[in-house]
């Protein structure tokens, strides 16, 4: 396991300060409620409703079989921009289904893909067990297989009435590296916003996962936004800096890259006690900007 998985499983160990909670996970591979790891919801959980929208589990054919998915859209609408919706590392639970469902309130056909589900639930890991979750589950996933998840989603929205051609990304934590991995990967992209992803991989290469976003610069396509924490202990603010440097080196003048000196890890999960309300606001602001100044609207 990489230094940066056990980092981060002990980062959120330490930031849950309270009891775990029983949410279940469903047989499919979402989790049904929210993550277990986190413990019981924090008082400014945001809870969107789906008045108005077609948001539901879909399945996506992908190599080697059906992955579950949640997918929000406006009812009776098509051909609306795509959005893909990168998990956490506590899998497709509510919080992230929730994101889903405000981006169909914003006119968007938002998709949030299962990645996790060849290996296990992550749905029954508790507080307690989150080490395990990474052991067991998140360092089992190979970059290459979700590039190609990616990929097959965006094929599967395209075939349900979306545009595709009008295509952008974001994602969370674990998510959060991802967007800069797609953003290298997929040449159709039109925009990428990065919440606290890893941007630098540990010395020892993981042939699960051998670049990251650093090394990758020279070949990014879209134009990415990426967010991350002043109190961050598990991304240093020299990383941020190696970035902004790496990309005005390669030319990739478009993206950018911001700080929220008073924010921590996780500032946007407003389920748990990591949530900056302010700067989560800000940069959901942002981020509806973002998309719209690159095509994605």
């Known amino acids: 396991m990489d230094k940066y998985d056990d980092d981060q499983a002990q980062h959120f160990v330490r930031s849950a300060q309270f009891s775990r909670r029983g949410f279940a996970a469903t047989a499919t591979g979402l989790v049904a409620g929210f993550t277990l790891c986190t413990g019981p919801l924090n008082a400014a959980t945001i809870v969107t409703d789906a008045n ?127 967007v800069w991995l797609y953003a290298a990967h997929n040449q159709n992209l039109k925009a990428g916003v990065a919440w606290y992803g890893q941007l630098r991989g540990p010395v020892t290469v993981n042939p699960l996962r051998p670049k990251y976003p650093l090394e990758l610069v020279d070949q990014i396509n879209a134009p990415v936004l990426g967010f991350y924490g002043g109190q961050d202990k ?42 900056n309300e302010k700067d989560a606001k800000d940069g959901w602001r942002q981020l509806q900007a973002w998309f719209k100044s690159n095509g994605v609207a």
């Open 234 to 275: 598990g991304i240093p603010i020299s990383d941020v800096e190696d970035m902004k440097a790496a990309l005005a080196k390669a030319g990739k003048l478009k993206s950018k890259l911001e700080v929220f000196m008073n924010a921590g890890h996780g500032f946007f999960a407003d389920y748990r006690p990591s949530y």
């Open 52 to 178: 108005g929208l077609d948001a539901g589990e879909v399945t996506v054919p992908v190599s080697g079989g059906s992955m579950p998915a949640y997918r929000a859209k406006p009812k009776g609408k098509t051909h609306l921009p795509t959005v893909l919706v990168v998990q956490e590392i506590f899998g497709v639970h509510e919080h992230i289904r929730d994101i889903c469902r405000r981006f169909a309130h914003l006119g968007y056909y938002a998709i949030a893909p299962s990645l996790y589900f060849r290996y296990g639930d992550p749905g029954k890991y508790d507080m307690s067990t989150v080490q395990q979750l990474v052991t067991d589950i998140v360092a089992k996933v190979p970059d290459s297989e979700v590039m190609s998840d990616l990929d097959s989603t965006v094929a599967f929205a395209s075939g349900d009435g979306a545009n595709t051609t009008k295509l952008a990304i974001t994602g969370f934590c674990w998510g959060g590296r991802v």
